[in-house]
């Protein structure tokens, strides 16, 4: 295991101080207790919720309609309620998660802690049977001395032992020759008596000094044998734990022995195979190495293949991914194992296929927007003329209307006849103009949905088309792939490899009779397409989608409408969005009409108010 310093430490006690782990176990008991009552009451909600159930199953079919509300109710209480328990156990989790997600994994700590006393535990183990050592080792050392001091005393007490033997013999031949002396020579005894004096003044001392010498070693050996019992007491109170730690020594050095002899048994096997298995190898090194320079060579004929290879992965990831674009000539070609010029050229023809049916596609996408347009554009005038139709009806209706009133002036009973037929014909007329203007109504509401078609249509028209620009730029691109990898390839591959280019030419010119449809719905045998300017078309889209300026331009934009006011912006946002869609143009410019018309109308009918007050003033004067 991998040590850990001191501030991951520190910062592991920092971060679990910050987690509070108290708090957090409080909250969520407190937490688990909401958790339990919610399951039991929600419980008792399904159980109920069930007898409900069971209960609208047994009720008839003519009042289930009448019980079908209460039980739905129920039902969205209940799903009310697991939402509300589902949110506050999310709740409880992510602040869980919130306060463990930095926490560091207290185990690794736990385990370097563990370890940390382990060691320290040995190694004051260590320190104490190093301690015990040197104390026994003093304790031998003093023995040492003390063995030394007594071996010294020892060697002084042989030699006073040698003193006293030879001044004893000494003694003794004095002793002979004072006798000798005493009977031979009366009068030479009192010279003799001085000498045996002396003599036995000098055995007295040496007598003395053996006494001394006797006491000095009697109290060594004492001390000595004090020593030696302490000696004995030491190595007996550490002989338990040094016994142990030696069994187990010797123990594992027995396994180690038993190790190493099976060990050297297996490297002396080993050596022995080994030898045969080196004569082996040398035998088949030499044939191999013949081998090998072969292959260097053939290697280094081939030192282009990763590179080639690569190239190729490129071309099939490319060109025959599982994508949409090329799964059969992938399938294909993996089944027949064909080599990449003929996938290529495959390729490039279905890909020149695909562009001539886009192109008749949005041809004839295009014809049919063309179409539409001048459909609506034709419905367009003939709704307005229908409008300017009613407008006028509505006004000859508003005539005739006002001619009865202008009629009355006169008071005299010719005039009432005439008003009370005028009155006739205005009613048959009237009855006329609600049947036209029905009618008018109603194929005003037919046209409006025939247009409301053909603008759907047309809009539909107008994502193909845009669908079908896309898929051509893309293909362009492919193309222009296919281009730089042709221009890249070795000649063989590029006599294989025709030009796309003249491809385009030969499949236009044919007017897709030889490529076919397989839309099913044919082009014209006349359409002629001019390859060059198509290509230069969407080889100008592509560029221009390339160009940073451009957006550069779009950032810049963005950046001028996001610095802009809210009002400014809110205006920049409703003025595009009027000039970029049609339905949008189309309803401002109804809007903009119709204020025009309700401002006419306004003063057309305050005029015609004014022209009524004043003819019928002089009505309403005397008559003279």
Same mark, same amino acid.
């Given at each position: 295991?991998?040590? +850990?310093?001191?501030?991951?430490?520190?910062?592991?006690?920092?971060?679990?101080?910050?987690?509070?782990?108290?708090?957090?176990?409080?909250?969520?008991?407190?937490?688990?207790?909401?958790?339990?009552?919610?399951?039991?009451?929600?419980?008792?909600?399904?159980?109920?919720?069930?007898?409900?159930?069971?209960?609208?199953?047994?009720?008839?079919?003519?009042?289930?309609?009448?019980?079908?509300?209460?039980?739905?109710?129920?039902?969205?209480?209940?799903?009310?309620?697991?939402?509300?328990?589902?949110?506050? *156990?999310?709740?409880?989790?992510?602040?869980?998660?919130?306060?463990?997600?930095? /926490?560091?994994?207290?185990?690794?700590?736990?385990?370097?802690?563990?370890? /940390?006393?382990?060691?320290?535990?040995?190694?004051?183990?260590?320190?104490?049977?190093?301690?015990?050592?040197?104390?026994?080792? $003093?304790?031998? =050392?003093?023995?040492?001395?003390?063995?030394?001091?007594?071996?010294?005393?020892?060697?002084?007490?042989?030699?006073?032992?040698?003193? &006293?033997?030879?001044?004893?013999?000494?003694?003794?031949?004095?002793?002979?020759?004072?006798?000798?002396?005493?009977?031979?020579?009366?009068?030479? =005894?009192?010279?003799? #008596?001085?000498?045996?004096?002396?003599?036995?003044?000098?055995?007295?001392?040496?007598?003395?000094?053996?006494?001394?010498?006797?006491?000095?070693?009697?109290?060594? $050996?004492?001390?000595?044998?004090?020593?030696?019992?302490?000696?004995?007491?030491?190595?007996?109170?550490?002989?338990?734990? #040094?016994?142990?730690?030696?069994?187990?020594?010797?123990?594992? /050095?027995?396994?180690?022995?038993?190790?190493?002899?099976?060990?050297?048994?297996?490297?002396?096997?080993?050596?022995?195979?080994?030898?045969?298995?080196?004569?082996?190898?040398?035998?088949?090194?030499? *044939?191999?190495?013949?081998? &090998?320079?072969?292959?260097?060579?053939?290697?280094?004929?081939?030192?282009?293949?990763?590179? +080639?290879?690569?190239?190729?992965?490129?071309?099939?990831?490319?060109?025959?991914?599982?994508?949409?674009?090329?799964?059969?000539?992938?399938?294909?070609?993996?089944?027949?194992?064909?080599?990449?010029?003929?996938?290529?050229?495959?390729?490039?023809?279905?890909?020149?296929?695909?562009?001539?049916?886009?192109?008749?596609?949005?041809?004839?996408?295009?014809?049919?927007?063309?179409?539409?347009?001048?459909?609506?554009?034709?419905?367009?005038? %003939?709704?307005?003329?229908?409008?300017?139709?009613?407008?006028?009806?509505?006004?000859?209706?508003?005539?005739? #209307?006002?001619?009865? =009133?202008?009629?009355?002036?006169?008071?005299?009973?010719?005039?009432?006849?005439?008003?009370?037929?005028?009155?006739?014909?205005?009613?048959?007329?009237?009855?006329?103009?609600?049947?036209?203007?029905?009618?008018?109504?109603?194929?005003?509401?037919?046209?409006?949905?025939?247009?409301?078609?053909?603008? $759907?249509?047309?809009?539909?028209?107008?994502?193909?088309?845009?669908?079908?620009?896309?898929?051509?730029?893309?293909?362009?691109?492919?193309?222009?792939?296919?281009?730089?990898?042709?221009? /890249?390839?070795?000649?063989?591959?590029?006599?294989?490899?025709?030009?796309?280019?003249?491809?385009?030419?030969?499949?236009?010119?044919?007017?897709?009779?030889?490529?076919?449809?397989?839309?099913?719905?044919?082009?014209? %045998?006349?359409?002629?397409?001019?390859?060059?300017?198509?290509?230069?078309?969407?080889?100008?889209?592509?560029?221009?989608?390339?160009?940073?300026?451009?957006?550069?331009?779009?950032?810049?934009?963005?950046?001028?409408?996001?610095?802009?006011?809210?009002?400014?912006?809110?205006?920049?946002?409703?003025?595009?969005?009027?000039?970029?869609?049609?339905?949008?143009?189309?309803?401002?410019?109804?809007?903009?009409?119709?204020?025009?018309?309700?401002?006419?109308?306004?003063?057309?009918?305050?005029?015609?108010?004014?022209?009524?007050?004043?003819?019928?003033?002089?009505?309403?004067?005397?008559?003279?």
């Amino acid at each position: 295991m991998s040590k +850990i310093d001191d501030e991951m430490v520190a910062g592991a006690l920092e971060c679990w101080r910050g987690v509070n782990l108290g708090a957090l176990v409080q909250t969520l008991d407190a937490a688990g207790a909401e958790l339990v009552e919610n399951q039991k009451t929600s419980l008792q909600e399904r159980r109920k919720l069930a007898e409900k159930t069971k209960a609208f199953r047994a009720v008839a079919d003519e009042h289930k309609a009448a019980e079908f509300r209460p039980l739905l109710r129920a039902y969205q209480n209940e799903i009310d309620a697991l939402t509300r328990r589902m949110k506050h *156990a999310e709740n409880s989790f992510l602040r869980v998660f919130q306060a463990l997600g930095s /926490a560091p994994d207290p185990a690794v700590f736990l385990a370097s802690l563990v370890d /940390a006393r382990r060691a320290q535990a040995e190694a004051e183990a260590r320190l104490q049977a190093q301690q015990a050592q040197q104390t026994q080792q $003093q304790r031998v =050392a003093g023995a040492d001395e003390q063995s030394d001091v007594v071996r010294h005393l020892r060697a002084r007490e042989d030699d006073l032992q040698r003193q &006293l033997s030879a001044a004893n013999r000494s003694l003794v031949r004095l002793q002979a020759s004072f006798d000798a002396q005493a009977d031979g020579h009366p009068g030479g =005894a009192g010279s003799g #008596q001085r000498e045996l004096a002396a003599r036995q003044a000098e055995l007295d001392m040496a007598l003395s000094d053996l006494e001394r010498a006797n006491a000095r070693l009697a109290d060594a $050996q004492a001390q000595n044998a004090r020593l030696h019992a302490q000696l004995a007491a030491g190595d007996a109170a550490a002989d338990d734990g #040094q016994a142990r730690r030696i069994g187990e020594l010797e123990a594992e /050095a027995r396994r180690l022995l038993e190790a190493l002899e099976r060990a050297e048994q297996q490297l002396a096997l080993a050596d022995a195979r080994g030898g045969a298995a080196v004569r082996a190898a040398e035998h088949a090194a030499a *044939a191999k190495d013949d081998e &090998l320079r072969r292959v260097r060579a053939e290697v280094a004929r081939m030192a282009d293949y990763d590179e +080639i290879k690569r190239d190729l992965e490129i071309i099939r990831s490319v060109e025959f991914s599982a994508s949409g674009w090329g799964m059969d000539d992938e399938a294909e070609a993996e089944a027949s194992g064909e080599p990449l010029e003929k996938l290529l050229v495959r390729r490039n023809k279905t890909l020149e296929s695909r562009l001539t049916d886009a192109r008749n596609e949005l041809s004839r996408s295009s014809a049919d927007v063309r179409r539409l347009g001048e459909r609506s554009a034709e419905l367009e005038r %003939a709704l307005q003329q229908k409008a300017e139709l009613a407008a006028r009806l509505e006004a000859d209706l508003l005539r005739v #209307q006002a001619a009865p =009133a202008g009629n009355d002036d006169a008071g005299e009973k010719p005039a009432a006849l005439h008003t009370t037929a005028a009155a006739a014909e205005a009613g048959g007329l009237m009855d006329i103009v609600s049947g036209q203007r029905d009618r008018f109504r109603q194929r005003a509401v037919e046209l409006e949905d025939e247009l409301r078609e053909q603008t $759907q249509a047309a809009a539909e028209m107008r994502r193909q088309a845009e669908q079908t620009k896309q898929d051509n730029v893309r293909l362009y691109e492919e193309i222009k792939y296919l281009r730089s990898y042709h221009g /890249a390839a070795s000649s063989a591959a590029a006599t294989v490899l025709p030009p796309v280019t003249s491809k385009f030419s030969s499949s236009s010119s044919s007017g897709g009779s030889s490529q076919g449809n397989p839309g099913g719905h044919g082009a014209p %045998a006349s359409l002629q397409i001019d390859v060059d300017g198509v290509a230069a078309k969407y080889r100008g889209m592509y560029e221009e989608s390339l160009n940073p300026f451009n957006a550069f331009h779009r950032r810049e934009t963005t950046r001028r409408v996001r610095s802009m006011g809210i009002v400014d912006r809110l205006v920049y946002m409703v003025s595009s969005f009027v000039v970029s869609n049609r339905r949008a143009r189309m309803a401002m410019l109804a809007y903009a009409a119709l204020l025009h018309v309700l401002v006419f109308v306004a003063l057309f009918r305050s005029v015609s108010l004014a022209d009524d007050g004043e003819t019928r003033q002089p009505a309403g004067a005397p008559l003279t």
